[in-house]
């Protein structure tokens, strides 16, 4: 087998090397069009986890590498002078330069031909090789090529970067933070090679152009950024190597493979160095490309199947992780406002790989700090309250929270879930037992169902209702069970379903009664499927106002603590508000200013319905998850809205507006929107989506993403998840029915040592330091 490989970069010298280890009769040849020693750039970072894997590879390289690393276990957040270390982060930092000459040492050890200076544009040279690598970087000229083929994207990301060097010695990682009257700038330093650092400097374009910074002005860059930080570089000088400002392209490829020519490295995809280096990346799908070769020696179109299929899903779950990091930073002026250790807290918990679990194993100075600064500035009443019987600090999750005069016991909320199961709109047994059973199981607020404020306000023949007498009755029942048996609070979710009503319950075939008129802000149908709504008159937009009216008037009767307005998921208010089920030409179309006004209409007249001292959520979309939806602007300008009418919370959904959108879901996947509307309208939010466990509640909570946390699923699945999760934080609450109080005795003893064999497990998986 003859082999071409196009790029001397360390993706492509390791996969020469594993190549030609395993199949020492193969022909591999390297052409880099620079020199042997030419290096761009400084150091490149690796984890212990990619060293182990190295080591089970190639031991030569493995050594090789390791004998010339800077090692490292902490990492430091410094802003403005304030550090904190956290432990437990096992990195290591290697010349760029020196890699390569490691790398290219091991090619020449096994026998692959290296030829340098030597350019590469058009292939057909090498029309007898029967794998052609293209591994030429970001900018791949082979690439390029045949981008139609691979199905090529390219995106430039907002932040400006640059990448210099020091002599400044550096003990760990380092993210340092500083303000400067143009906004923050992080540099992003780690030690190399004895006397050597690598600082990557970044900040938002905005802040950039404030700064008066020019792409190529190296001496500019040196001049100003070296008065910035001149504490962190205490006298020591930084260090250009074409350290050109530049803004992050995030590559990705539909296609890795075209005929004979396969991509790996920068070619083929790019992870944000926030999150590890290119370098790391490059490697590992080196490995895979290599293994998939190995197997399939006489199949080459075997070996770039397997290779797409046994490395795709991982890279691409890497590059996911790259940009929530990324966000992160590209938002950093929005978490400055933060306190010192919740800012340092979310900087390290910005990607969602790691969680307040994960910080509390490697290092509890640190997540012990995170605490005491949430409880200082937490708005729970009674300090007292943040302490079990056994004077351990209250877990985030379990930390009270007040809305006017609500105070809630817990941050877990039960989330809006459709039951389909009321007869003529009113709620029975069945709803009693659902409600009742997550109450007694101790979540802080249960918001129901979507309840409709009228008879054709339905979704299905099976929604709940109350726009009659009789609903109010049944309603209160359930209430009065909750709030005599339990320490939970009750809201209803008010709505109207608008153009996505007199549909079929989710586990029926077809709609099977009687239909009625649709109405929306557009006559827009939902789907292929579906009815096309009438477009509303005046006279629908007072008399649907009416309803919601009355029903506030109603939940209050029924005892209710709080109303959340529907206004999300396409549903009657949400069409309104998106411009994909909004096309009218009248007051309450075009602008943001405009589709607002019905939904602010209905909230504004609930709101003086409804008493004073109880509060009131709306439930918004924040993306339509389709082209030319709902913007960012009109969502901060739709959450400002209804902040300034009033709203004491705002519940972030997504989606569902219409049929053609594609979510990009994953675990904790809203909390993103919450964040952006929670820190820039500055009113408290809820958030949902895929949050499976109290860790992940406790992380979403303590760095401030939002601050109640809907669950739907999980207390779908299990009614008692807050008691097992108490019980796994063995924190102790006076809040069990005396009825269900011995079986703490069981549940407690279990769930403790259920964690602790699950600790032991995660640091025994830890993966082995490679320090020397």
């Not at 276990?73 to 330069?97: E, H, L, M, P, Y």
């Not at 962190?232 to 020519?261: A, C, M």
């Not at 799908?285 to 020696?297: E, K, Q, R, Y």
């Not at 827009?524 to 009355?550: G, W």
Request: aromatic letters at 10%; proline letters at 3%.
């Amino acid at each position: 087998m003859k082999i071409t490989i196009i790029g001397g970069g360390p993706g492509g010298l390791y996969f020469s090397i594993l190549t030609k280890k395993a199949m020492p009769n193969c022909q591999i040849d390297v052409y880099e069009r620079n020199k042997a020693d030419d290096s761009f750039g400084f150091g490149v970072v690796f984890s212990d986890e990619t060293l182990g894997e190295f080591l089970s590879k190639d031991l030569k390289s493995y050594e090789l590498i390791r004998s010339n690393f800077a090692y490292w276990d902490d990492i430091i957040i410094a802003r403005d002078g304030q550090t904190v270390n956290i432990a437990g982060n096992g990195f290591c930092g290697c010349s760029r330069k020196t890699l390569l000459q490691l790398l290219q040492q091991r090619c020449t050890e096994e026998g692959v031909n290296l030829h340098f200076e030597h350019a590469v544009d058009d292939i057909n040279q090498f029309k007898d090789s029967d794998i052609i690598v293209a591994c030429d970087g970001i900018g791949s000229a082979i690439r390029t090529l045949y981008a139609k083929d691979f199905g090529t994207k390219i995106s430039l990301k907002n932040n400006r970067f640059v990448w210099l060097g020091s002599t400044k010695p550096l003990d760990a990682f380092t993210y340092s933070f500083r303000n400067t009257a143009h906004g923050l700038i992080v540099a992003h330093t780690y030690q190399y090679e004895p006397g050597m650092s690598t600082w990557i400097f970044e900040c938002t374009d905005e802040t950039w152009q404030k700064l008066g910074f020019e792409i190529t002005n190296e001496t500019d860059t040196i001049t100003k950024i070296s008065e910035i930080f001149k504490e962190e570089l205490d006298g020591h000088p930084l260090i250009t190597n074409k350290s050109h400002w530049r803004q992050f392209p995030h590559v990705t490829n539909e296609k890795w493979y075209h005929n004979n020519i396969v991509l790996l490295g920068d070619a083929k995809a790019t992870a944000h160095y926030s999150i590890g280096s290119g370098t790391k990346l490059a490697m590992d799908s080196a490995i895979g490309l290599s293994d998939a070769v190995i197997a399939n020696p006489n199949n080459v179109q075997a070996a770039f199947e397997q290779y797409d299929k046994t490395r795709r899903n991982t890279v691409e779950m890497i590059q996911h992780a790259a940009l929530v990091s990324l966000d992160w930073f590209e938002n950093m002026d929005r978490n400055n406002q933060h306190p010192f250790y919740q800012f340092a807290f979310g900087c390290m918990t910005r990607s969602k790989k790691v969680t307040y679990e994960n910080l509390r194993l490697r290092d509890q100075s640190f997540t012990d700090k995170v605490i005491e600064e949430f409880n200082s500035n937490s708005n729970c009443n009674d300090k007292n309250q943040w302490f079990t019987s056994s004077a351990v600090e209250r877990p985030a999750a379990f930390s009270s929270f007040r809305l006017r005069d609500l105070e809630l016991q817990n941050r877990i909320v039960m989330a809006p879930m459709g039951q389909y199961s009321a007869t003529d709109g009113k709620v029975s047994d069945w709803h009693l037992v659902h409600y009742g059973s997550r109450a007694t199981g101790g979540v802080g607020l249960i918001l129901t169902e979507m309840t409709a404020v009228s008879k054709t306000g339905r979704i299905t023949l099976g929604c709940a209702g109350i726009y009659t007498q009789e609903q109010v009755v049944n309603w209160k029942k359930i209430i009065d069970f909750i709030h005599k048996n339990s320490s939970t609070k009750i809201g209803i979710q008010l709505g109207h379903s608008g153009r996505k009503g007199g549909a079929k319950k989710p586990w029926e075939d077809t709609f099977s009664g009687n239909s009625w008129e649709l109405l929306s802000a557009s006559p827009i149908p939902f789907n292929e499927m579906s009815t096309v709504p009438k477009e509303m008159t005046l006279a629908d937009i007072d008399l649907v106002t009416s309803q919601f009216v009355q029903a506030a008037k109603n939940a209050d009767k029924a005892g209710f603590d709080m109303i959340e307005l529907q206004a999300h998921h396409g549903f009657l208010l949400a069409s309104f508000l998106s411009p994909l089920t909004n096309i009218r030409l009248d007051a309450f179309g075009g602008s943001i200013e405009n589709r607002l006004k019905f939904p602010l209409q209905v909230f504004n007249e609930m709101r003086s319905a409804f008493p004073k001292e109880k509060p009131m959520s709306v439930r918004i979309s924040a993306s339509d998850w389709a082209e030319n939806g709902i913007s960012e602007e009109d969502v901060l300008a739709i959450a400002t809205a209804f902040k300034n009418a009033g709203a004491d919370i705002i519940n972030i959904s997504t989606g569902s507006t219409v049929v053609n959108q594609k979510p990009q879901t994953g675990r904790m996947w809203q909390t993103p929107f919450s964040d952006l509307v929670r820190n820039t309208v500055h009113i408290p939010t809820i958030t949902a989506g895929y949050i499976q466990d109290i860790d992940q509640i406790n992380t979403i909570i303590l760095n401030g993403r939002a601050d109640l946390v809907a669950l739907g699923r999980p207390l779908l699945a299990d009614a008692n998840f807050v008691r097992t999760a108490q019980a796994y934080e063995q924190f102790e609450t006076n809040d069990i029915p005396n009825q269900y109080k011995t079986g703490s005795s069981h549940l407690y003893p279990l769930k403790a040592s259920e964690r602790k064999q699950l600790e032991g497990m995660k640091k025994a998986l830890k993966p082995k330091s490679n320090k020397l």
